[in-house]
């Protein structure tokens, strides 16, 4: 990536062209009542004197408090913490072999979407940064209707089942008596969940990976989960999973990045992505899938249906069919992003559903769930939930219906109305549900094919770095270490013994409990795609900040930020105050943020110019602060000629990721490749 200027996607929008009918626009305008009644006081209530009662008759006081008490509605029970933006998606080539849907049907296709990203456990008002499970619902708003496609952040769920969910939910999220914690897991409760129901584990270790503390939802893998199936003109079905992979690749925080950063700016990923999107820097994603052939539903190891199993792509391929580039912000965050409604029983013809018992009931649950938090059956009228295309049915009524259907006739069959509106044969567009048999006696049980809960979660842990399993040694330790169960905290080290017992060991001691007695089940199998060390990395778009101070050398500062600009790095220019700061020939710069309004966990990397001050000693002792905590967690620092004071090198010294200017015509260039990197695991 260059960091050239990414071409407009807005133009020919089908979505926001739609939008623009309902986007109203006060500024410049008298201010009125809803009813249109112009105000002349909205200030003060009306009143019997200037220090009398306030009068019953003040409808103005009345419509105006009324209506901001009644501003809130229901929350999502889960995923109520969220952002997102609009865009488009386009599809690289037919995949009119396996699926009749339109939007894949030929190379180049676009269509508009609209993609909300979210944590699971916190309330609306929590913090991005939270250790969570993430989800991404994208809405694209096809000719054929709406179609939306749910994915979380890892490639399995925690359960097997939906009968379980409001369980693992009930345990995830904070306990009844006190209320707490807030967006964490770390809790007698959930742990008390998964040690009791083992299948849970494997998205938990995930989770406790760095895939659980993302840098960026423009940097979050996704899976679908869920098992769903294609089906082509011909009628043939083909077992489908979903993935979504970022461009710019797969990075996280380090734990204490992301608890500190959560108490500086708790919407830091809110903010990435809008800041992104406004200075050009698109969010990018492929749309990838894995397919498996009706016939080869056994062929596997692990059942094709089980949502708590991923399909190793070393083994089920990912084959890229689109790009989705997330170019325009939301103009209000809550009619868009709060009120848009998604669900998995969303799909158009081509798409349809598998035997997965956790997606059967995603089914029903989603829908009921927007009926109560969006109050109304007509939630779809909403513009943000509203298809491109044309809908007519006989639905009626119920509360704020938008349409005015101006029919005598609301049902089906007629002869009224020439039996219309009239259905569509499958062969005109209609859409038909795949063909599948069912077979068998109404039981509660879940298939054996499913039992098997550690193999999985082995694999995973055998196909991470030294690095990445220090991580997860040390997130499992701190959660744990906030169970105060004693039987808990040993209750879970004796289920970890089975993906390995040297991690369970470590985590045993390191939370009080003694050391389980059996052992891992036997597999060496690893699989480089689970790593986030075999993913890309790009300098663009992330953020360096300048320490810098007057009197710098203009020239190779000037060269430097240059540089930066060309592979499009975010710079924010940091010093003691605002305003400007001036080099030794005049040059001045505009700063962003000072020592006190910005915070080293919040950049990606330091380019340490130093300078002089009024206050030298503060100057000098803020810059030291930044410069120890980017290096105590990997992060790259550049150093100008003038700022090589401020960093003491010495042969014990390991300074792996500081590239320094001094004699080195190459630095802009070679600071570049180190942001690049953007964490040194080999600096001591």
């Known amino acids: 990536m260059d960091g050239k200027s990414p071409k407009d996607h807005r133009e020919k ?45 003040d409808f103005e006081f009345f419509e105006k408090m009324t209506h901001f008490v009644h501003e809130p509605i229901p929350e999502r029970k889960v ?122 584990f494997h998205m938990v270790l995930w989770i406790m990976s760095d895939r659980g503390i993302l840098r960026s939802y423009r940097m979050m893998e996704s899976w679908s989960i869920n098992t769903y199936l294609f089906v082509n003109e011909q009628g043939v079905a083909t077992f489908v999973r979903f993935t979504w992979k970022p461009v710019l690749g797969v990075h996280s925080l380090l734990q204490d990045e992301a608890q500190k950063i959560g108490g500086i700016d708790p919407d830091f990923h809110r903010r990435d992505l809008r800041e992104a999107i ?72 081509g798409i349809d559903f598998s035997n997965d018992p956790v997606l059967q009931g995603r089914l029903i649950a989603y829908q009921s769930a927007q009926y109560h938090r969006l109050g109304s059956a007509n939630f779809q009228d909403l513009p943000i939930n509203r298809p491109i295309c044309p809908f007519h049915n006989n639905t009626r009524q119920g509360f704020m219906r938008y349409r005015i259907d101006v029919d005598q006739v609301n049902y089906h069959e007629n002869s009224l109305a020439d039996n219309t509106p009239y259905t569509t044969p499958p062969e005109e567009g209609g859409y038909e549900s795949y063909p599948k048999k069912i077979d068998g006696h109404a039981i509660r049980a879940r298939s054996k094919s499913f039992d098997d809960f550690f193999t999985q979660p082995r694999i995973f842990w055998n196909s991470l770095t030294p690095v990445e399993k220090q991580h997860t040694i040390e997130a499992l330790s701190y959660q744990l270490g906030k169970v105060k169960s004693e039987s808990v905290r040993q209750q879970n080290v004796d289920m970890i013994v089975n993906v390995d017992q040297e991690l369970a060991m470590i985590v045993a001691d390191n939370i009080g409990v003694d050391r389980p007695s059996g052992t891992n089940v036997s597999t060496s199998t690893s699989y480089p795609s689970l790593s986030q060390a075999n993913t890309p990395s790009y300098a663009y778009s992330l953020k360096v900040g300048v320490l810098i101070g007057n009197g710098f050398n203009s020239n190779e500062v000037t060269n430097v930020l240059n540089t930066l600009e060309k592979y499009g790095v975010f710079v924010d220019i940091v010093s003691e105050k605002l305003g400007t700061v001036t080099g030794t020939d005049g040059t001045k710069l505009k700063v962003d943020d000072t020592f006190l309004t910005t915070s080293p966990y919040l950049l990606d990397s330091l380019y340490v110019v130093g300078g002089s001050s009024n206050n030298q000693a503060k100057f000098n002792s803020d810059v030291m602060n930044f410069i120890q905590v980017a290096y105590k967690h990997y992060k790259p620092i550049g150093i100008a000629s003038t700022g090589q004071s401020l960093l003491q090198t010495s042969e014990e010294n390991n300074l792996a990721g500081v590239v320094f200017a001094t004699n080195n015509q190459n630095f802009g260039e070679e600071f570049v490749s180190a942001i690049a990197q953007q964490r040194f695991w080999n600096r001591k």
């Open 278 to 349: 406004d200075r050009g820097a698109y969010a990018e994603y492929e749309l990838g899938v894995q397919l498996i052939a009706m016939e080869d539903e056994f062929k596997f190891d692990f059942d094709v249906l089980d949502p708590s199993k991923f399909w190793p792509e070393e083994l089920v391929p990912v084959q890229p069919i689109g790009k989705m580039t997330l170019n325009r912000n939301v103009d209000n965050e809550f009619a868009e992003l709060e009120q848009v409604a998604f669900n998995p029983a969303n799909v158009v013809p």
């Open 79 to 200: 995923h109520a913490r969220g952002y997102g933006a609009h865009g488009e998606f386009e599809c690289y080539q037919s995949m009119k072999q396996f699926t009749k849907a339109g939007f894949l049907q030929e190379a180049g296709k676009k269509t508009s979407v609209f993609v909300r990203f979210s944590t699971v456990q916190g309330s609306r008002g929590s913090k991005d940064t939270a250790r969570d499970l993430r989800c991404k619902g994208v809405k694209f708003y096809t000719e054929e209707g709406n179609y939306d496609l749910t994915t979380i952040a890892m490639p399995v769920l925690v359960n097997q089942d939906a009968m379980k969910f409001p369980d693992v939910m009930h345990a995830y999220q904070p306990e009844p008596r006190t209320g707490m914690p807030t967006a964490a897991g770390a809790h007698d409760n959930f742990w008390d969940y998964v040690a009791n129901n083992q299948e849970s």
């Open 13 to 57: 929008n089908l979505k926001n062209e739609q939008l623009d009918e309902f986007r109203v626009q006060n500024t410049g305008k008298p201010l009125t009542t809803n009813q249109s009644k112009k105000l002349s006081n909205d200030q003060e209530q009306l009143k019997a004197g200037d220090r009398g009662p306030s009068l019953r008759q």
